[in-house]
Each structure stands twice: as structure tokens, then as C-alpha cells.
């Protein structure tokens, strides 16, 4: 299986556990009496998807190594899309969970608040680390091959909100801006650019 088709699915499963999620909070303000069975099967597909995405975490870790230690393919361009395609996402998330924790302040509910602000910062932030994992197995082994200082920087910046967004859209127009613009070349060196210039 692709890195593309991973990363695809990845982002499809990522929006169909948000949504029934979204839709729950939405019918539960409007709804005071929402019938059981409906919170229920919400619940249940919200889980489903996210439970899903969760294991294309561990399949795109698998295909990252795949294709980055053994193949050689630059993933800079998927994962620029990916990141690009799930900023809403994120947002909405934030969103959400923002309303969720303004819920619940209250004394009685303070142990509720700390464990669904535990819940959420680690689920989102490992959504965040899954859609940048191809990047980061790339920038590794390119710090194998020869150390640079740039290598470093971007891969950390992958382990941080919206910074991660920033390096994916850095990586992707250093990657464009080089004579190796084929999908799965690797970017040629920019003194050696320079000469051909």
C-alpha cells in the first residue's frame, strides 16, 4: 500500500470520527431529551473512526520507513496536502473541545475537565504526529546520509502545533524549487543548482 493511500485514508477517517462527534454536540443543545440509542450509535461510529485512524497511524509509520529508508521517495508534496487538508479539522477539534471544557467548569466536575483535557490534548496531538510521520522517517534518514542543522529544525518542528504545518509548507517549496521535481527523486543539492543556473 502507497504512502498516498495511507496518508488518503488517513484524513477521510480523521473527518468521519469528527463529524458524528460534531453533529452529537450540535443535537445535544438543540435536543435536551436526545434519545439514548442516537448518543449511542454516534458514540460508537465516532470510536470507530478514530479507533481506524489510529491503526493508519501505525500503517503509515510502517510505509514511511518503507518507502523512505529502502525506496528513497520524498513524501514532502503528500504530506503537504495533508497537512493543508486538515487544518479545519484541527480547528474544529479545538473548537469543540474548547466548548466541552467551558461545560464542564465547575468544582464538582474538575476531575471530568482534567481527564477530558488529558483526552484531548493526547488524542490531537497524536492525529498531529501521524500526519507528518512520512516526513519525519524522510528527514531522519536524510540526516543519516549527512548531518545538516535544517534537518533537525524541521523534523522538531514536526512534534509542534502549527509549527508542523509551517515545515511541511516549507519542505514542500524547497522540494518544488529544486531540479528534482519527478515524485520520488531525491531534491538536488543547491550548490549544485546554482552551477547549472
Keep these: ?6 496518508s488518503f485514508l ?10 458524528p462527534f460534531v453533529v452529537m454536540i450540535i443535537i445535544t443543545a438543540a435536543w435536551e431529551n436526545m434519545p439514548e440509542w442516537l448518543t449511542n450509535t454516534l458514540c460508537a461510529v ?10 493508519l497511524i501505525v500503517a503509515n ?11 528513497e521517495i520524498c513524501p514532502y508534496a503528500v504530506t503537504f496536502r495533508l497537512k493543508l487538508v486538515l ?8 473548537v469543540v473541545w474548547l466548548l466541552i471544557y467551558l461545560a464542564t467548569l465547575h468544582p464538582v466536575l474538575i476531575f471530568v475537565m482534567v481527564v477530558l483535557m488529558a483526552m484531548s490534548i493526547i488524542g490531537t496531538y497524536i492525529f498531529m504526529l501521524g500526519s507528518g ?6 528527514l531522519v534518514r ?11 529544525v524541521f ?19 524547497i522540494q518544488k524549487n529544486t531540479e528534482s521535481m519527478a515524485e520520488g527523486e531525491e531534491p538536488a543539492p543547491a550548490v549544485e543548482q546554482n552551477k547549472t543556473e
Design 46 to 55: 465516532c470510536l470507530s473512526f478514530a479507533l481506524l485512524a489510529a491503526a
Design 142 to 152: 536524510r540526516m543519516v546520509k549527512g548531518f545538516r542543522l535544517q534537518y533537525v
Design 133 to 138: 510521520v512520512c516526513n519525519m522517517a524522510y
Design 155 to 173: 523534523l522538531l518542528m514536526h512534534f509542534i502545533y502549527v509549527l508542523d504545518v509551517v515545515a511541511a509548507i516549507i519542505l514542500y517549496f
Design 1 to 6: 500500500m502507497k504512502w498516498k493511500t495511507v
Design 61 to 71: 509509520i510502517v510505509v514511511a520507513v518503507k518507502y523512505n529508508f529502502f525506496k
Design 10 to 19: 488517513y484524513g477521510i477517517c480523521l473527518y468521519a470520527a469528527q463529524l
Design 87 to 94: 487544518v479545519p479539522f484541527f480547528i474544529v477539534n479545538f
